[in-house]
């Protein structure tokens, strides 16, 4: 009953009030990248979303307009000197992925899944299949996000989302957002650039 009406629901109420309420500081932030470098303040990458349809997820742009957007972090050249100075903040703190609540408000995502892999991460997708993570909206954040984030090897991160994916409760949700608020205050387990050793996709 929750993950089929309820859930929804509470997303779209959710994400509409904060929409309204964090909107004069989403200004600031937008002024904020466009005066710090050349380019878009929003950032849209082709993500794979429930039942492996595609969507283009938003976020904040924490990098120099002319990287490659399809390219995993780990896997660019130099990834540190193509992060903007505004966008080694956003990316820590996280706000970069504020404009994921307009996707969440489209019905694309929900506040709480798997993080929405790339379209060209098949060895990610592959692993989601075989423990029906591809089955469910895709989140802000989930259970695998705040059990390592970035530091989960792809199987292991798979799992995590399969384990959410086949019990879906309003109190689980709950104490995954909470844990992800406390978790991004604490940075927990956010590697940039060419620290990363294959595991995030964003």
Request: overall charge positive; some cysteine.
């Amino acid at each position: 009953m929750y993950s089929r009406f309820f859930k929804r629901f509470l997303d779209i109420l959710c994400a509409s009030l904060a929409i309204v309420i964090i909107s004069p500081f989403m200004l600031v932030l937008a002024i904020w990248i466009k005066a710090d470098s050349a380019g878009p303040v929003f950032f849209r990458q082709k993500r794979i979303g429930k039942g492996k349809s595609t969507f283009k997820i938003l976020k904040f742009r924490t990098m120099y307009a002319d990287t490659p957007r399809d390219v995993p972090t780990h896997q660019l050249q130099n990834a540190d000197a193509r992060i903007t100075k505004a966008g080694h903040f956003l990316r820590r703190s996280s706000l970069d992925e504020l404009p994921q609540l307009f996707n969440i408000l489209a019905g694309q995502m929900s506040f709480v899944g798997p993080r929405p892999a790339l379209w060209n991460q098949l060895d990610l997708i592959a692993q989601r299949d075989v423990y029906g993570a591809n089955d469910v909206v895709p989140g802000l954040t989930g259970l695998a996000q705040v059990s390592g984030r970035d530091e989960l090897p792809i199987a292991v991160k798979a799992k995590f989302d399969g384990e959410y994916a086949k019990r879906i409760t309003l109190m689980g949700d709950i104490v995954i957002l909470f844990r992800t608020f406390f978790g991004v205050l604490r940075a927990d387990g956010v590697v940039e650039g060419e620290q990363q050793s294959g595991k995030k996709g964003e």
